[in-house]
């Protein structure tokens, strides 16, 4: 009860009204409840995902079993969306050959992100316009990798990616590159919301959200301004610090076998 207390107070005490649709279905957070509004703006119905960074139980030795079965995109997968996973872990989840989920277990950097994600897309029969949202959370070289792929012609419609909340805007932090790094548990990691905000401005990209433990950051694209002219302009109305481990579960504890159900499902 402590947490929803705190969730509810900090939901109803929310300059931005996305997040006040906030929900966690098979997100650590509230991000599920966040991209589904997002989507439903954009009236994006349909679509494929890429998610970078998907087996995040693998630190907890009772969860491990459970690798996943808890990220950003397991909700639109559900919905019927094609998607690739990518993680340098094992996930615990049986994919069938023509399953509409892709998984690649390979450490990805800024060097072969790219040749990576078009090697499964033509798994899928599709191609980088297809995708529709991204979403990246690897603990350090995320905006390298994100850069990349931007790069490189992907146009996500959304952009979820994990922001450093240590430190709040107008700080611009951004982690040197380093191709073997592995985060520590330390503070010198990842970006800093006002580093990403600018960059992404670069590539024609809106911030719109942050979730409410101060984790994940959601950009749009440009195109769809209009549908979010409600969003406050200050981003100091759209930050949230730090504020982890909130949201233990909700609902019963994620079974692999549920996952599978989804994405091995016959036509």
Same mark, same amino acid.
């Given at each position: 009860?402590?947490?929803?207390?705190?969730?509810?107070?900090?939901?109803?005490?929310?300059?931005?009204?996305?997040?006040?649709?906030?929900?966690?279905?098979?997100?650590?957070?509230?991000?599920?409840?966040?991209?589904?509004?997002?989507?439903?703006?954009?009236?994006?119905?349909?679509?494929?995902?890429?998610?970078?960074?998907?087996?995040?139980?693998?630190?907890?030795?009772?969860?491990?079993?459970?690798?996943? *079965?808890?990220?950003?995109?397991?909700? !639109? &997968?559900? #919905?019927?969306? $094609?998607? /690739?996973?990518?993680?340098?872990? =094992? @996930?615990?989840?049986?994919?069938?050959?023509?399953?509409?989920?892709?998984?690649?277990?390979?450490?990805?950097?800024?060097?072969?992100?790219?040749? *990576?994600?078009?090697?499964?897309?033509? !798994? &899928?029969? #599709?191609?980088? $316009?297809? /995708?529709?949202?991204?979403?990246? =959370? @690897?603990?350090?070289?995320?905006?390298?990798?994100?850069?990349?792929?931007?790069?490189?012609?992907?146009?996500?419609?959304?952009?979820?990616?994990?922001?450093?909340?240590?430190?709040?805007?107008?700080?611009?932090?951004?982690?040197?590159?380093?191709?073997?790094?592995?985060?520590?548990?330390?503070?010198?990691?990842?970006?800093?919301?006002?580093?990403?905000?600018?960059?992404?401005?670069?590539?024609?990209?809106?911030?719109?959200?942050?979730?409410?433990?101060?984790?994940?950051?959601?950009?749009?694209?440009?195109?769809?301004?209009?549908?979010?002219?409600?969003?406050?302009?200050?981003?100091?109305?759209?930050?949230?610090?730090?504020?982890?481990?909130?949201?233990?579960?909700?609902?019963?504890?994620?079974?692999?076998?549920?996952?599978?159900?989804?994405?091995?499902?016959?036509?």
């Amino acid at each position: 009860m402590t947490t929803l207390r705190h969730w509810s107070k900090k939901i109803a005490n929310a300059k931005n009204v996305l997040n006040k649709s906030g929900e966690k279905y098979y997100s650590q957070n509230d991000e599920d409840g966040i991209l589904l509004e997002i989507l439903n703006r954009i009236n994006k119905k349909k679509g494929s995902f890429l998610e970078i960074g998907v087996a995040g139980l693998s630190w907890h030795p009772r969860l491990e079993k459970r690798n996943g *079965t808890e990220n950003n995109t397991i909700i !639109l &997968l559900m #919905l019927g969306w $094609k998607g /690739i996973w990518i993680d340098n872990r =094992d @996930i615990n989840i049986r994919l069938d050959e023509n399953s509409i989920l892709k998984f690649d277990k390979k450490f990805i950097t800024k060097n072969n992100c790219t040749e *990576t994600v078009e090697k499964n897309l033509e !798994l &899928l029969k #599709l191609e980088k $316009k297809d /995708i529709s949202v991204i979403s990246v =959370d @690897i603990d350090g070289n995320d905006f390298y990798i994100v850069q990349k792929l931007l790069d490189n012609k992907f146009v996500p419609d959304c952009l979820i990616v994990e922001y450093n909340s240590k430190f709040p805007p107008p700080i611009l932090y951004n982690l040197e590159y380093d191709e073997n790094y592995k985060w520590t548990g330390y503070d010198n990691q990842g970006t800093s919301l006002q580093y990403w905000m600018d960059h992404l401005e670069k590539f024609n990209y809106k911030l719109v959200c942050c979730n409410i433990t101060g984790s994940n950051a959601f950009f749009v694209n440009k195109k769809y301004s209009e549908k979010f002219k409600d969003i406050p302009k200050n981003i100091n109305d759209i930050f949230y610090p730090a504020d982890y481990n909130w949201f233990v579960t909700a609902g019963h504890a994620a079974s692999p076998k549920t996952i599978e159900y989804f994405a091995n499902k016959k036509k």
